[in-house]
């Protein structure tokens, strides 16, 4: 029976290595976004300082394990076999959910995760328990759910969104108020005073506050006093000398090496945000399974009696967590942020929602962003009348940005430095205040809700953008609350089936969980490669005008591939009858519309790094967009009518019907062929050729189109037979139409933009 529970705390602990890894890569994005989406220092660099961060962060945390052991159910409650349950089905579901959230790049909580994964687990087994003696579940469950503690979590998780967001949104608009988007000339004079408090102001939340039940506070100074009893003690002095002696080194740093003050606040910030992290955070990911082995010491310690009779009183004393295994947590952790490949795809969810410049937006509208933009866009035109107008165009000339070319950059950053500094700083004071009250905040919440409420102040919200930002942040907040109900529900459902079927259920369930991992990993490796194809013909704003050329060449061949396939092949499935083969071709058909429509979106940036060539250079870049567009929208208005055919049962096309739009796939195919010569040889000499042989495939589908109303006059085929035939013809026509003034625009483009160089 012992070796068996060995067993149980080895599985734990792997799963725990496993769910340090998927939850890093997840939470990266809280510490990692404001320096990145700043562009502060080199990669190198913000990684360094994050990693240093994390380390001593580790240390912190010490006591926020105790969490875990008793923060969501009374462990006296249970037995030891069903505390190791509820640990085994919390990390099970954890590294499960992680994984899958991280695969598709959406931002989770990972402390909403175990919080709400503990309660599930615990809920079903208190009630197999209540059941078996007979009680009452809902008269006793709260006998062995923590309630009070556990809803002091959630209510801790819920309000920290609203003081995220407004604190945020507060300090931010301060901030712009006194050193506007042109901040270097106030910079000089205020610079040094600002870095000082902000700093001091880490340090005092990061280093008092979070001294509390770190594996450092009990440590005995030679005055007998602990080393968190002197800091509580000289706190007033620790500030004072903190604020002078950050103003003196900044100060020093400008004029000596001539380094940015905001660059030293940014890098400051991002190490104390990593710091706050990892003092927080950590219990998500190796609580649990520290919990498990206590229990298990614990358990061997009273001689390994019966484990479904010892009870687990002694889990809710004090107990302290080893240094060592806090500072190897903290190391798995560093390595993990510094290879993972899903922590870098984490990130642009954050960037895309709060950067200052406009662009191509991940979310769509809805109707409650729109009721809440025109509301406030209404309160702040009946404001502005309440105010003077003098007043009022101060106010604002604080917040006008500056022109990309003020950074001396190619590609400016997402936001300045004044607001990842604010971003930094406001995030790891409210998580260090969290750590110190032994709330387990969620950092992802808090740094999340702290960048959208700074986006806001910042005005990088504006009438062309609000929408989808909104979108944005409800369906992240959305994803939050999924989250909690699937984390209750799964790690609820393994419980109990653990609990019902068996202990072999465990390592069923292990099994599962690393045949889940293994799948999302070669669905994000697919992707990975999907992503680099991608890149190939994506535009950048490095390129030169040669190399638009090549690139823009390599979108129309994808384009021309893609109609063929979809033409040729959606017929051939149609004709067949093949439903499988239908739905795959339908995917392609998505591919190619998502392709086109992020060209289209992308228009405006290309066209202004074109812009010194001459207008029609440009004007013939968005008529080839615009075409490729319209091929995309005929290939699916072509294609969506026979999946609706196939899957109501309709009847098929009669014989004839069938062979003529399989001679007619056979033409359009030759035709791209011929096509995709000219484009990627470049020879538009035989453009004319091209031409004509559109006009004959039009010329044929025009027959076909008097034939099929020949048969309707005789009564062969039914309306919806007729509908769907020139539904089919008259998108094709549309295609080819299309495809031809698509290799004219290319041909004019290439033209214009080489006689300019």
Known sequence: MENFYLILVVVLFALAISDLIVGVSNDAVNFLNSAIGSKAAPKWLIFLMASLGVLVGATFSNGMMEVARKGIFHPDMFFFSEIMVIFLAVMIT???????????????????????????????????????????????????????????????????????????????YISRLVFSFNYRKPMKYFGSVFGGLAITAITYFMLIKGMKGSSFADIELGSGITVQEWFK??????????????????????????????????????????????????????????AGFN????????????????????????????????????????????????????????????????????????????????GTTNFNRK??????????????????????????????????????????????????????????????????????????????????SAVYRISGVFAVIGGWFLTALIAFSVSGFVALVISLSGKFMIFVFVVIALIMIIRTHSMLKKRASQKVEEEEDTIESEDALEQIIAKSSKQLVKAFVFSSRIVSGGIDAFIKEKRGGLRKIEEECKTFSKKAKKNKDKVYSVVQQIAESSVDTSHFYVQMMEHKREMAHAVHFMLNPMITHIENNHKPFLPEQCEEMSSVALRVDTFFNNALNVIKQEKFENLDELIEERDQIIGILNKYEKVQIKRIKSKDVNTRNSQLYFKIISEIEQLLLHSVNLVKAQRDFITFTRQQQ
């Open 233 to 290: 003690s000289n706190s007033g002095m620790v500030l004072l000398y903190s604020f002078v002696a950050w103003v003196v080194i900044i100060q020093l740093l400008k004029w000596v090496f001539n380094i940015k003050i905001l660059k030293v606040i940014v890098l400051v910030g991002t190490f104390a945000l990593a710091m706050a992290f990892a003092g927080n955070d950590l219990v998500n990911f190796i609580g649990v399974p520290l």
């Open 94 to 172: 954890d590294v499960i959910l992680l994984d899958m959230f991280n695969t598709f790049g959406m931002p989770t909580s990972t402390t909403v995760s175990i919080v709400f994964e503990l309660l599930g687990s615990a809920v079903a087994v208190s009630i197999i328990k209540i059941k078996a003696n007979g009680g009452i579940v809902m008269a006793e469950l709260s006998n062995y759910i923590n309630s009070s503690k556990a809803l002091a979590i959630i209510t801790g998780i819920l309000l920290s969104v609203f003081i995220a967001f407004t604190v945020g949104a507060f300090v931010q």
């Open 383 to 464: 404001l502005s009348r309440i105010f003077p107008q003098s007043f009022t165009e101060t106010i604002h000339s604080r917040f006008v940005p500056v022109q990309s070319d003020y950074y001396n950059e190619e590609e400016p950053p997402a936001f300045d430095k004044i607001r990842a500094s604010v971003n930094l700083v406001v995030a790891s004071i409210l998580i260090a205040i969290g750590t110190s009250l032994k709330l387990p905040l969620s950092t992802t919440y808090v740094t999340f809700m702290v960048a959208m409420g700074t986006s806001l102040a910042d005005r990088a919200w504006d009438r062309e």
């Open 295 to 374: 229990s298990f010491q614990d358990w061997m310690a009273q001689g390994a009696s019966n484990p479904d009779t010892y009870s687990m009183i002694n889990l809710a004393g004090k107990v302290a967590t080893p240094t060592y295994m806090l500072l190897i947590a903290g190391l798995v952790m560093i390595i993990t942020l510094i290879l993972s490949k899903k922590a870098k795809s984490v990130i642009a969810t954050s960037i895309d929602l709060s950067r200052q410049s406009e662009g191509a937006e991940r979310f769509g509208s809805s109707f409650a962003a729109r009721f809440i933009v025109r």
